[in-house]
């Protein structure tokens, strides 16, 4: 007689020790009546282990995050030593086919769970994958990137005062390790109250694909399968450069002035001091331009690469305290 743990009931369908599965998770057609298949990856060993979830495309825009899930996949990083991994490349499916963050009833889905069974269809695909995926899972790593086209610097957040996620956040090896507060209503917020440790991913921004961050997801998705001795043996989890820098305390410096922003080259990671110019603001006839210099000392975590900006937009997200 198997063991809970033995046979993982995700969907309806069981899923056995050894056993490699692809799952439909389908809430809604499109309003062509077309069906819309979100595939569900599950890779079992034959020895018992945690089980880990990798999630993508909670906004539909965030295409470095799927990236970095499909990698995952093609590269089979997912078949594990033992365990169980579970690949979601895109949760948001109807964003990803509109090319749009939301759902199409407006909604940010991670503005909506634990969510609701005859709610939104956002609140509804919350619903299904936090009560028929969630829990036979132990642990969560989701990607994201950043939006409206501020490039975040590769990165992982995590709560405060968490020694396991602190733990897992230095074994993933991101360059930055960022504490903030679990957002009402998100899928962090609804795992953490579940008691599933989750990592938050943000690299990049929005429709784009970077290789520095597509590498860092991947390479860390690896250490962290290492960690959890579940890394299969045909692939290394090399140790990062660098070690983690971890931050307790950022602000965005916001523009003086309306114009055309240009941000200084290669500042992302960068350690500035205050003072430091860090790009500039000019009007389209040139008569004006102006200095964006930087209000004080740290790490710059995320550029703003919109070539217009209006005066008080966020320029550059820039540390302010380390942990120490």
């Given amino acids: 007689m198997a063991t809970q743990k033995d046979i993982l009931y995700i969907l309806g369908k069981p899923i056995r020790l050894g056993e490699s599965v692809e799952i439909s998770f389908d809430v809604a057609n499109l309003h062509t009546s077309s069906s819309v298949d979100v595939p569900i990856f599950i890779e079992r060993s034959r ?7 990798f999630t993508a495309g909670i906004h ?4 470095n995050g799927v990236e970095i899930v499909r990698q995952i996949i093609a590269k089979g990083i997912n078949k594990p030593k033992r365990g169980t991994i579970i690949c979601i490349p895109v949760i948001n499916i109807f964003g990803f086919i509109n090319l749009t963050r939301e759902f199409p009833d407006g909604r940010d889905l991670n503005r909506v769970f634990p969510g609701n069974e005859n709610g939104s269809l956002a609140s509804r695909v919350a619903y299904k994958l936090i009560h028929e995926v969630i829990p036979y899972v132990d642990y969560v790593v989701d990607f994201h990137t950043g939006g409206a086209g501020r490039f975040n610097a590769p990165q992982i957040r995590i709560v405060k005062d968490n020694l396991e996620l602190e733990e897992l956040a230095k074994a993933f ?3 930055f390790v960022m504490y903030s507060k679990n957002l009402n209503k998100s899928f962090r917020y609804t795992c953490s109250k579940l ?9 990049g921004k929005s429709f784009h694909l970077d290789s520095n961050v597509t590498n860092t997801g991947v390479n860390g998705a690896k250490r962290v399968l290492a960690y959890l001795n579940m890394l299969n043996a045909k692939f290394k989890a090399s140790p990062p450069k660098k070690a983690c820098v ?3 305390e950022s602000r965005w410096q916001r523009a003086n002035y309306s114009g055309m922003f240009r941000p200084a080259l290669d500042l ?4 500035v001091k ?3 110019v860090l790009g500039n603001i000019t009007d ?5 331009n102006d200095f964006v210099r930087a209000e004080h000392s740290g790490y710059i975590i995320n550029v703003n690469e919109s070539p217009i900006v209006y005066q008080g937009d966020a320029l550059f997200h820039i540390t302010r305290k380390l942990k120490r």
């Fill in 246 to 248: 971890f931050i307790s």
């Fill in 60 to 63: 539909g825009d965030e295409v």
């Fill in 47 to 53: 020895r018992p282990g945690p089980t880990v979830l």
């Fill in 274 to 276: 205050k003072g430091d």
């Fill in 284 to 288: 389209p006839y040139g008569k004006f």
């Fill in 173 to 175: 090896g991101a360059p």
């Fill in 268 to 271: 992302m990671s960068t350690k």
């Fill in 195 to 203: 008691g599933i440790p989750m990592l938050l991913f943000e690299g």
